[in-house]
């Protein structure tokens, strides 16, 4: 049961543009996300979090949104550049539970030249 | 700050033995740890979740006395794979915390092969 979902395994966009990653979730009790970013045969680095009680948390060129009536979250890289090119992951915890995470299954992000 | 490393980074084994993987915390001290399992294409999944001082506590569908987990210190825990067989064959991931409800901070992987 994945309860935790990344819908579209791979995304390309062009440098200079926007990156939009989606995630969607089905257990209601998360109240906390975040967003990892993964390169090859390395572990994931954090990159921005969102409380279930906000909408929208902003971070430089990343920003983070969260529908809690819909379930679903997304990451916006704007704008995108080359090094941005990674494996990105959405987790979703409870709070109390000690951070354990459960993590989606991941988009692979190419950002071209 | 915050640094997490896992030694060995790869190794190969062959089927039937036993091999440990090593997760530390370097600047700061781990108040718990995690070890997660990635195979191709699929996510992270956490198998267990490890206390100093205290038992492991495992996700359903992991078997502790295959995968046996130490953590006897506020910086080191281990991954111990059991008579490895190649349906085993994975990267291990460990990650740790300072304080519950903490960012995780993540080590680098280990890729293991069981041949």
């Known amino acids: 049961d994945q309860q935790v979902k990344q819908n579209s395994p791979s995304l390309s966009v062009q440098e200079g543009r926007i990156s939009i990653l989606n995630c969607d979730y089905t257990?209601?009790?998360?109240?906390?996300f975040l967003w990892y970013k993964k390169y090859p045969a390395e572990g994931p680095t954090f990159l921005i979090s969102?409380?279930?009680?906000?909408d929208k948390n902003e971070d430089g060129r990343f920003t983070v949104f969260l529908n809690k009536s819909a379930k679903h979250l997304s990451l916006h890289i704007v704008p995108s550049q080359p090094g941005d090119s990674a494996v990105y992951f959405c987790?979703?915890?409870?709070?109390?539970?000690?951070?354990?995470?459960?993590f989606g299954t991941g988009t692979r992000l190419q950002v071209t030249l | 700050g915050a640094v997490v490393s896992q030694h060995p980074s790869w190794v190969i084994c062959k089927s039937g033995t036993s091999v440990k993987i090593e997760c530390r915390s370097l600047d700061f001290q781990a108040t718990t740890m995690f070890w997660y399992r990635q195979f191709p294409k699929q996510s992270l999944m956490l198998m267990a979740t490890?206390?100093?001082?205290?038992?492991?506590?495992?996700e359903q569908g992991v078997e502790k006395d295959k995968f046996l987990i130490n953590h006897a210190s506020l910086t080191l825990s281990t991954l111990t794979v059991t008579s490895a067989h190649p349906e085993d064959s994975s990267f291990y991931i460990c990650?740790?915390?300072?304080?519950?409800?903490?960012?995780?901070?993540f080590g680098p992987g280990t890729r293991l092969t069981v041949l």
């Open positions: 490890s206390n100093e001082g205290s038992k492991a506590t495992y």
């Open positions: 257990n209601s009790m998360f109240d906390y």
């Open positions: 969102i409380s279930s009680i906000k």
């Open positions: 987790a979703a915890t409870l709070t109390g539970t000690a951070s354990k995470l459960t």
């Open positions: 990650s740790a915390v300072a304080q519950a409800g903490d960012t995780q901070y």
